[in-house]
């Protein structure tokens, strides 16, 4: 399961997707949209944030998260740091998304 997946069914309850609906739907978002451009799990918060009817914290979301990771793209994490970086991404991005969008 990719990152973007992972993060995507986590939340799938909370925005009423199906476990494997969510799957599905962040399935193409691993390694980042259009391969290493915008992260995908950075790219799935978005959908999330929208589908919670949050979408107004799409901006602030994308900008907290280039100015605490450096970029918003998966290129420069591979670059930089080989796919270390991914589970620190998650782990900032959830905690974005349960103060923006759920909490």
Request: aromatic fraction near 8%.
């Amino acid at each position: 399961m990719s990152c973007a997946q992972a993060l995507a069914t986590t939340y799938a309850d909370l925005v009423g997707l199906r476990e494997e609906q969510a799957k599905a739907l962040a399935s193409g978002f691993g390694l980042g949209m259009g391969r290493k451009q915008t992260c995908g799990a950075l790219t799935v918060a978005l959908m999330l944030s929208g589908l919670a009817g949050k979408g107004d914290a799409c901006a602030s979301l994308m900008d907290a998260f280039e100015k605490e990771m450096g970029s918003t793209q998966c290129a420069f994490f591979v670059d930089q740091f080989g796919y270390s970086r991914c589970r620190d991404l998650l782990r900032f991005v959830s905690r974005q998304l349960n103060e923006r969008a759920f909490g």
